[in-house]
């Protein structure tokens, strides 16, 4: 077995590949010697580049062997195929919730502890996630990014564009299991329930 001969001076690092810790000591002077030509983009190693690069290029040399998922990174293929499986090993320690996403757990975890990292700059609302702050924003913009390519509708989010499509094609997804009923919407399904067939308010 090599024995661990190169050691970094700055902390406990230590391995027995000089070239590896040339790559080590750039997490502490900064050093990224990897550049793109095409954008900004500079990381400290060449496989991170290469990566970066395919977003250019738009490869995407990891696919999936049972449907068309495509991707530039082989762990977001990792990630993908436990579609497949179902499997989900990420788990929380404090409930049931498990999950395929590493990325999904830390924000489900964030529910327990109250953490609330992406704050507003308008007002006072935070959330647990990214993509909450971004809807949350689009109150104070009015942006309206999700447009029907059939009429003049917008909306601020992806739902609100789902249901207002089923005007156009007919789609009746929410269907009554005690009567023919169907509608659209789930709200109409909940408030015919309630005056047909007597459903409790909870």
């Known amino acids: 077995m090599s024995k661990a001969s190169h050691q970094c001076d700055l902390c406990p690092y230590s391995t027995a590949f000089r070239g590896r810790l040339t790559v080590h000591m750039r997490t502490h002077t900064g050093e990224k010697p990897y550049t793109c030509n095409l954008c900004s983009y500079a990381s400290d190693q060449q496989g991170n580049l290469a990566m970066h690069l395919r977003t250019h290029t738009g490869e995407k040399p990891y696919k999936c062997d049972q449907c068309s998922f495509a991707s530039a990174q082989k762990i977001n293929l990792t990630n993908h195929l436990r579609t497949h499986t179902n499997e989900k090993p990420y788990k929380c ?110």
Do not use: W
């Open 93 to 202: 320690s404090m409930c049931q919730f498990a999950s395929n996403y590493q990325s999904c757990l830390t924000v489900h975890f964030r529910i327990h502890t109250g953490q609330k990292p992406f704050k507003c700059s308008l007002c006072s609302y935070a959330a647990t996630n990214q993509g909450r702050l971004t809807k949350h924003m689009r109150t104070h913009t009015n942006e309206k990014p999700y447009k029907c390519s059939i009429c003049s509708y917008a909306s601020s989010e992806s739902s609100g564009l789902q249901q207002h499509a089923r005007t156009h094609t007919g789609d009746k997804p929410f269907k009554c299991l005690q009567c023919s009923f169907a509608c659209a919407h789930s709200g109409n399904l909940t408030q015919h329930q309630r005056s047909r067939h007597s459903l409790d308010r909870k």
